[in-house]
C-alpha cells in the first residue's frame, strides 16, 4: 500500500490543522493505521492509533484529549485532527499502515507515508 500524507503547515500557538493520509494500491480498509511524529533531533515517537474499522483508538498523553485520529474507508484515507497545538507539537508527521507486533513501536509498521511538516509558533 502506498500512503500520501499531507496537511501540514505553519500554525500559531493554540490553532488546528487536519492531517490526512490518502493510502492506495490495497484494500485500506484492512490495515490498521497509525500516526507518529519526529522532532529535529529526536527519535520518531508514535502519536496515535485507529484499527482497522474504527472500532478502537488509543493515543499517546501528549496527544490525548487534543488530537482525534479517524478514518473513512470509503475514502481510503485516514485523519489526525488537531487542536490546541504547542509549539512542542512541532514535527514531521507520518502515517503508517500495517502493524505487525506492538503497534505503539515504528519498527511494527509495514509501510510509510513520506511525512508532513507541522510547524506551531509560540
Known amino acids: 500500500v502506498q500512503l500520501q500524507a499531507s496537511g501540514g503547515g505553519l500554525v500559531q500557538a493554540g490553532g488546528s490543522l487536519r492531517l490526512s493520509c490518502a493510502a492506495s494500491?490495497?484494500?485500506?480498509?484492512?490495515?490498521?493505521m497509525g500516526w507518529f511524529r519526529q522532532a529535529p533531533g529526536k527519535e520518531r515517537e508514535f502519536g496515535a492509533y485507529i484499527s482497522w474499522n474504527g472500532g478502537f483508538t488509543y493515543y499517546a498523553d501528549s496527544m490525548k484529549g487534543r488530537f482525534t485520529i479517524s478514518r473513512d474507508n470509503a475514502k481510503n484515507t485516514v485523519y489526525l485532527q488537531m487542536n490546541s497545538l504547542k509549539p512542542e507539537d512541532t514535527a514531521v508527521y507520518y502515517c503508517?499502515?500495517?502493524?505487525?507486533?506492538?503497534?505503539?513501536?515504528?519498527?511494527?509498521?509495514?509501510?510509510w507515508g513520506q511525512g508532513t511538516q507541522v510547524t506551531v509558533s509560540s
Open positions: 494500491g490495497r484494500t485500506f480498509s484492512n490495515y490498521n
Open positions: 503508517a499502515a500495517d502493524p505487525r507486533g506492538m503497534w505503539s513501536l515504528p519498527n511494527a509498521y509495514n509501510y
